[in-house]
């Protein structure tokens, strides 16, 4: 009697299948497949040669999530979130979040706030200046005016996407230099490079460098100023992609939003200090006039016209939906107290760092739970 199973129940050890045995050419598809797990295993050990997400704090993005939060991902994977017919729940969560945005950015009215999901904060931006660049069409072409120069004026300071924007759709960058040791930009900076063409300027909140803002207010006074002197309504369009997400809960006294006049639009990463996992941004416009109507195109659902305007078409819901949890979950206390703890420990850091005697801090402000430091 042997205890030995029979040939046919033998399950061959998962490394010494032939996916690990035999090379697998990447240029090639595959002519067969292989057992599930054994595709895992290939896939979750080859991934193992990245860096640990958790440790990764130079891209600002989430690197995990409550279970709760992960159960909702899981089942909300398979949601093709543009399909506003088949899933119009999904749908009117995306548009509560827009409004509870609205309502933390103080848009006038609530209730004519429009705005959007988007993959991230590059979408929203881009999707920001097309909305301003097709109003200034609108305002020169009313005035029987040229529409073939438009520009767009923003610092240095921004992220790459400002200029992606401007190359990809044609328009004029105009982009100011920093000065030394300075890493925002001034209305003085800016004055200079307004005209009649100009479709728009940036405002950063949380530059990608050193995490501080522009000064937002002073630069909506500059535009309100030259609306009544020169005639040109020019919109302010606030990066958020950092900042919208602290300044709100850590510095609520800050005036960055739609209380200025000349702010327009603001988009945040939700992926960012939103605490959602890769995969979501926010645009939000003041109100329903400040999205052009051309470039809404509606889809009919329960009577109703729901407005969209994306460049992605189909994408999984569940990111939305992740950040929804989390405005339900931690509201303003939640995030207000997560934003003291992060800010906190940059403190702790920063202090550490200079303690040392051997590091000179960038943005010692804090503005936004950022370390940015030099060698002496
Ligand atoms: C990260 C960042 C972006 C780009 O945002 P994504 O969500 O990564 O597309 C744009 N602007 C600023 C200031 C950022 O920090």
Known sequence: MSNDPAPEDYITPIHARHPFRDRIDPTRFPDWGMEPDSAYELLHTTLMLDGRETLNLASFVTTWME??????????????????????????????????????????????????????????????????????????????????????????E??????????????????????????TISPEDIEPHLDENTIAVGAVLGTTHIGEADPISDINDLLVRVKSEKGWDIPLH?????????????????????RLEQVWSINASGHKYGLVYPGVGWLVFKDRSKLPEELIFSVNYLGGAQPTYTFNFSRGSAMVQAQAYNFLRLGREGYTELAESMLANAKYLNDKLVESGKFEILNPGLAEPVVTFRIK
């Open 238 to 258: 606030v990066d958020g992609a950092s900042g919208g997400f602290i300044a709100p809960f850590a510095h609520p006294d800050l005036v960055f939003d739609f």
């Open 158 to 183: 921004t992220h790459v996407v400002w200029d992606k924007f401007a190359k990809y759709f044609d328009v004029e960058m105009r982009k100011i230099p920093m000065q030394p040791d300075r890493y």
């Open 67 to 156: 279970p709760q939060a992960q159960k909702l991902i899981e089942e909300t994977l398979p949601k093709n979130h543009i399909d506003h017919e088949e899933y119009p729940a999904a749908s009117l969560v995306e548009e509560a979040c827009v409004r509870m945005l609205g309502d933390l950015y103080n848009a006038p009215d609530v209730n004519d706030v429009v705005g959007v999901a988007t993959i991230g904060s590059s979408e929203a931006i881009m999707l920001g200046l097309l909305a301003h660049k097709w109003s200034w069409k609108a305002r020169r072409e009313a005035e029987g005016k040229d529409t073939t120069k438009p520009n767009v004026v923003f610092g240095a």
